[in-house]
């Protein structure tokens, strides 16, 4: 299902809080966790893990983290039992009963990789994340490489038939198909989720997909961070630790 294109002004006042009417859904990078030079490195900040179980039970167990990482890696840096995942940027999928859903590694995903091996060779402050269904290059040590990384991943992109998704000091080539928007409708359309008001918590462009999904279906996005002109989000926290006064209620 497609997510509509509207954009809504963001609201200079406080998010809803949670009810017993929400279903929460977050990303983890530059939300949960703050932004790191290495991606290997993060972890969920002071006090998150105590705030996320709070909230999880302030909504009956609807509560699922959609990310950019793989599934593999989320499940050991936020670990709640019957938590629901959505890896890759929604590629992947993991349902509060175990039931996993994700389509195979595109196959010039190969190809692409031999190059991006030898494109970040030698050039102090590139790095490569390999998620299995995507590859991401970050450049955030080495911000003047922008302009050369952005070129280099298009044209790879073009020309192995894969997906360009770009987010802060990182651009990735993935395999096509699902973004977190198509993730947050698949879980509304689910148990337990289904039935209750959407509540999504992103920072970043990688997150618009989601946040248009919420508001189509009747809930919210609420952007982490300065808010971007054109975002979809309809909310607003300033940064990850207002995200932990939020989820507990002290925002």
Do not use: C
């Not at 629901?84 to 009963?97: C, E, S």
């Not at 039931?99 to 190969?110: C, D, F, N, Q, T």
């Amino acid at each position: 299902m497609s997510s509509s294109s509207s954009v809504l002004a963001i609201s200079p006042t406080l998010p809803p809080p949670l009810s017993a009417k929400s279903s929460l859904f977050l990303d983890f990078d530059g939300t949960l966790a703050e932004i790191v030079p290495k991606p290997d490195d993060a972890r969920l900040a002071p006090g998150m893990l105590d705030a996320l179980r709070l909230a999880a039970a302030r909504v009956d167990g609807r509560i699922a983290l959609l990310s950019g990482r793989a599934i593999e890696g989320l499940v050991l840096l936020v670990p709640i039992p019957g938590l629901a995942f959505a890896g890759v940027h929604g590629l992947q999928r993991r349902y509060p009963d175990g039931r996993v859903e994700a389509p195979p590694p595109h196959s010039g995903l190969a190809a692409a990789r031999t190059e991006l091996l030898a494109l970040v060779g030698g050039q102090p402050g590139l790095l490569l994340e390999d998620k299995g269904l995507s590859i991401g290059l970050h450049y955030r040590n080495a911000p003047e490489q922008h302009a050369r990384v952005s070129e280099a991943a298009t044209a790879l992109a073009q020309r192995h038939g894969l997906a360009i998704q770009t987010g802060k000091m990182v651009i990735e080539l993935r395999t096509p198909g699902a973004d977190k928007g198509d993730a947050l409708h698949a879980f509304m359309a689910a148990p337990p989720f289904a039935g209750h008001k959407p509540l999504f918590i992103g920072d970043d462009d990688t997150d618009e997909a989601a946040f248009r999904a919420a508001v189509l279906l009747g809930g919210h996005g609420i952007r982490v961070g300065t808010p971007a002109p054109g975002s979809a989000a309809t909310y607003a926290l300033p940064d990850v630790a207002a995200v932990r006064r939020w989820l507990v209620g002290d925002a």
